[in-house]
Structure formats: C-alpha cells, structure tokens
C-alpha cells in the first residue's frame, strides 16, 4: 500500500503553497485551493514518522459526505471534489476563532471541570457531573485560532471585547455551530452514535459567511457508540469512543505525549497498518458506506491527472 507522505505540485496558475500538518494546500491564482489531504497523521502537535495508508482519502470523503449534507444550512467552501485525496474550492478569509461545540463533557471540558472549575470559556457548568455525561444542552467553546503553537481557549466576551469578530457575525456563527451540531447528531444518531463534540471553522468572501475545512471526521470530532451508553455511564465505566483516541493512547502507553526529550515509539508495518485498518472502520461506521480503497500504482500521478482536468474547469 502506499501511503502520500508529501507532495510537491505545480499546478496550472498555482500562485502559493502552504504544508500543514496533514495538509498541503495550492493556491490557484490567488482565487480558489486545492487541499490535498495526505497521509500524514498527527498527534500532540506532532506530525509522526511514519503516514497512513488511505487515511487522507477517509478524513477527505467523510468531510465531503457532511459537507454536501449540510450546505442547506450554510454555504461551504468546496467546489470540487476531484480526487479520493483532494477538495477544491474558494479562498475565504477564517475568522480567527475556532467554534468549539460540546454536548457532553468529555475531553478538555472535564480535564477543566475535575480540576474544581465551572465554567469552561465562559460558560457556567451545573455542579455534580460526571466525565462524559450529557450536559443539560449544547455548549459552544471557542478556541483562538493559533497560526503557531496551540489554540487557546477564549470566551465570547473576549472575543467581542478585543474586536476578533463582530457581534452581528459571531451572533451567526453561534447559529450555524448550533444548526451543524444538530444536524451531525441527527446523522450520527442514524448510525449508531453519538456526536460527543466536535469544531467548525468558518470564513468569509465579502460580507458571505461559508463553513471551511473538514466537518465531523474522527481527527476533529469526538463520537461515542451510542449503544451501552447509559449502562457504561451508570457503571462508572469508560464510554466506547469512535476517534483518534487510540492513537493518542497507544502514543502514551509507550512513553510519548509530545513533550520535550519524547521520542515517538517505532512505528511497524504492523502498527500502521492496524491504525490504518481503524481509519477504515471509523469511515464505514460514520458514514455507513462500504470503503473503496483505489490502490493506484502511482496515486501522486493520479492526483495530477485529476486535479488538472478540474482546475481546468474553474
């Protein structure tokens, strides 16, 4: 199997390109980008030694799935979908917050809440929850949106106050984060999940808003199987989680959390190949899909081919 580590294109007008960590972005005349989502895979801020079989065409397809399924509810970047591995669409400009939503409290929300506080970004939590019960609604908890090092968390007061986005846009904001959160349990729910948390990052063309990036992938959501939820709860006992979690985990189990003086653990043919084995299964569970692996022999080439022929289009 071959896994795409990296590319280096030269795409017809393309006028820039950005590496991110799991993405290499072309900007095609100043106008539109094509987003190659590689195989790389990161964790703690870390992208890892060794890339993925197939997990940019399962973060890429499920992202384009919730994508089209939303766009009634607002308009996205995407224009094409012209590979297995790639998306096209508009340049917008991201607000600089990231739109956090939780239903349950999990994660970073209950690492703050056993730590003795009650609010997280502003927003007041009930006393005498547990780790991953349902909180009363929906909570939003906006992160800035760090070009380096880690996001932080901010409140919508500082937001407001220090002028990151205006009132009138965060009030719409709020509505779509709330709308989309909906919308993704309402589908999850059909498969047999819970959308536990998730992220949304929007920008702008003009005065338009649009949903950017990827939607509902286990890389930027949290999902719980919803059967045994209740019992695991009342038992006091770990939910079953449908993410990257057990990446993270097998990371700390052999001594790394991306801290300084870690080393990442070796990582097998073995080892990638169960976690891209996990990737599949987590594609086929959200999406309810059957996976098409497209085993080409040279995938770089058919990216080329593919992204080409689209571009031409524009």
Not at 115 to 120: D, E, I, L, N
Not at 274 to 292: M, V
Request: hydrophobic share 40%.
């Amino acid at each position: 199997m071959t896994a795409i580590k990296e590319t280096n294109f030269s795409f017809p007008k393309q006028t820039n390109f950005y590496k991110g960590k799991v993405r290499d972005v072309y900007t095609i005349n100043d106008e539109f980008m094509a987003m190659v989502v590689t195989d790389r895979i990161s964790a703690f801020d870390v992208v890892l030694p060794e890339a993925i079989p197939f997990k940019g065409q399962v973060l890429n397809q499920i992202a384009a799935k919730f994508l089209t399924a939303t766009q009634d509810i607002v308009p996205n970047w995407v224009l094409s979908v012209p590979d297995e591995m790639v998306t096209i669409g508009r340049i917008c400009e991201p607000f600089k917050v990231e739109m956090v939503v939780r239903g349950y409290l999990a994660g970073h929300a209950w690492r703050e809440y056993s730590a003795g506080r009650r609010s997280v970004c502003g927003v007041a939590l009930p006393e005498g929850l547990k780790e991953n019960d349902q909180l009363p609604a929906p909570i939003i908890t906006p992160t800035t949106k760090a070009s380096v090092g880690h996001d932080e968390d901010i409140s919508r007061e500082d937001i407001l106050a220090k002028g990151i986005v205006s009132l009138a846009d965060y009030e719409q904001l709020e509505a779509y984060t709330l709308a989309l959160y909906a919308r993704g349990t309402e589908m999850a729910a059909s498969r047999g999940l819970i959308l536990v948390d998730t992220k949304y990052e929007f920008g702008k063309v003009g005065e338009e808003i649009f949903l950017i990036d990827e939607i509902h992938t286990p890389d930027s959501s949290r999902y719980f199987y919803a059967e045994g939820y209740q019992e695991r709860q009342d038992a006091n006992e770990p939910q079953k989680q449908l993410s990257k979690e057990f990446v993270r985990k097998w990371l700390i189990e052999n001594g790394f959390q991306g801290k300084d003086g870690q080393v990442v653990p070796v990582m097998t043919p073995e080892i990638v190949n169960s976690i891209s084995e996990r990737y599949i299964e987590l594609y086929e569970q959200i999406t309810g899909d059957t996976f098409q692996k497209n085993e080409t022999a040279d995938v770089t080439q058919r990216i080329e081919v593919n992204v080409t022929a689209a571009l031409a289009k524009l």
